[in-house]
C-alpha cells in the first residue's frame, strides 16, 4: 500500500496518493479494490514516479474519462498545504497562479507549469507539460479540478473557462460530456497534446477575497525554504540521470555500471534512490523518452536506427515501450512532431 511514513522530500501529489483514489468512491468503486490493484502492478521499491504512472494507467483503464476533475474539486482545502495558503495570499486570480508555478514543484517535480498572462495578445492560461511521460491524463485533470474548486471558493464567485484542452479522446456518453461542459462551464476540445486551461481576462483579474499580504511574506518564505530542499534531494537524481543518459549511449545501463561511474557501491546506489524515492528503472525509462523525442525528430533517422540507439534489439519492443511511455507510437509520435512544425 502507499506507505504514510516516507521522507519529508516526498511530494504533495505522492504524498496524497491514497487519499485521491479513495476519492473514487463517489463513482460506485471500491477503492480498496484499485489500491490492490496499483500494488500489484508496482514494485515495494519503486519510486514515486513508477508508482505516479502506475496508478494513471490504472486511472485511463477504469474509471470515467475526466472522473478526477470530480474528485479533485472535494479535494479539501489544505490538502496542497503551502501550496493552498499562498493561493489564498495573492490579489487576483492570475498573480496565484504565477505564485503557484513558481513552487510547483513541491506539487510535483515530473510537472512543469506553464503559465501565460496573456501579454502577447493571447488569452491567459495555465498548462501541463510531462517530463517522464508524453501525457498524464490523473494529474492534469484532478489538479484542474482542485484549482477551481478552490478559486471558486476564494472568489466567491463561479469561475468558469473560455476554453479546457484535454487530451482525451471525446468521450462517447452524452450525458457525460454535459455535466464536464457544466462544470468547466465550456465545451472541451479533445485529442490535444497538452492539457490547458484558458481564462478569460475577466476571471484572471477577478479578485481573491480576504487576500493576506502580511502572512503571504511569510508563506512565501517557508515555500522557498521547501523547495530550496528540494533542489537539494533532487541534486542526486539528477546526478544519475546524466550518468543513465551517457550509459544509453553506450548500450542498456545497469545499475552496476552507473554506480561505478558515480564511485559508488550498487547497495549505496539503491540506498540513495530509495531515500531520495526515485526508482532506477524510472530513470531508465525518462532517459529513454528524452532520448527517443530527440531521435524520432531528426528525420534521417529510421525507426529502426532510433530503437537501435536506445539499446533495443527488436524496433518492435522499442514500439512497445515507447507507446508505454508516450501514449502513441513512434511513428504516430514522428508524424505529430512534423505536423506542429508545418507552417
Not at 496565484?96 to 513552487?103: D, E, L, N, P, T
Not at 523525442?293 to 524496433?315: K, N
Request: glycine letters at 6%; aromatic letters at 10%; a negative charge.
Amino acid at each position: 500500500m502507499i506507505n504514510d511514513d516516507e521522507e519529508t522530500q516526498e511530494t504533495l501529489s505522492s504524498r496524497n496518493l491514497e487519499a485521491m483514489i479513495r476519492g473514487f468512491a463517489r463513482f460506485g468503486v471500491d477503492p480498496d479494490v484499485l489500491l490492490r490493484e496499483l500494488e500489484r502492478r508496482y514494485s515495494a521499491t519503486a519510486g514515486q514516479a513508477e508508482t505516479l504512472l502506475a496508478w494513471n494507467a490504472l486511472y485511463v483503464e477504469r474509471l470515467p474519462p475526466l472522473s478526477a476533475v470530480f474528485v479533485g474539486a472535494d479535494t479539501p482545502f489544505g490538502t496542497w498545504e503551502v501550496i493552498d495558503f499562498l493561493s489564498a495570499c495573492y490579489p487576483t486570480i492570475g498573480q496565484s497562479f504565477r505564485q503557484i508555478a513558481r513552487h510547483f514543484r513541491l506539487i510535483s517535480p515530473h510537472v512543469e507549469f506553464l503559465v501565460g498572462d496573456g501579454e502577447r495578445g493571447e488569452p491567459p492560461y495555465v498548462e501541463f507539460r510531462h517530463k517522464i511521460s508524453e501525457r498524464d491524463e490523473f494529474f492534469d485533470e484532478y489538479t484542474s479540478g482542485i484549482f477551481l474548486a478552490r478559486f471558486r471558493s476564494l472568489t466567491a464567485t463561479p469561475v468558469h473557462l473560455a476554453a479546457l484542452y484535454s487530451v482525451r479522446p471525446r468521450p462517447e456518453d452524452p450525458a457525460w460530456r454535459a455535466e464536464i461542459s457544466g462544470y468547466f462551464g465550456c465545451t472541451p476540445t479533445w485529442g490535444a497534446r497538452h492539457g490547458r486551461m484558458v481564462f478569460t481576462r475577466e476571471v484572471w483579474a477577478t479578485p481573491v477575497v480576504g487576500a493576506n499580504s502580511r502572512l503571504r511574506a511569510t508563506l512565501e518564505a517557508h515555500a522557498t525554504e521547501l523547495h530550496r530542499e528540494s533542489l537539494t534531494a533532487r541534486s542526486f537524481g539528477e546526478q544519475v540521470r546524466a550518468v543513465v543518459a551517457q550509459c544509453l549511449r553506450d548500450g542498456d545501463p545497469r545499475i552496476g555500471e552507473v554506480a561505478l561511474r558515480l564511485g559508488m557501491t550498487v547497495r549505496t546506489l539503491q540506498r540513495r534512490l530509495q531515500d531520495d524515492s526515485l526508482g532506477f528503472a524510472a530513470l531508465i525509462d525518462e532517459a529513454r523518452l528524452q532520448l527517443a523525442r530527440r531521435y524520432l525528430a531528426d528525420e534521417s533517422l529510421t525507426i529502426s536506427e532510433v530503437s537501435f540507439a536506445l539499446g533495443y534489439s527488436e524496433p518492435s519492443a522499442f514500439a512497445r515501450a515507447f507507446k508505454r511511455w508516450a501514449g502513441c507510437a513512434p511513428a504516430e509520435f514522428r508524424a505529430f512532431a512534423r505536423a506542429a512544425q508545418s507552417p
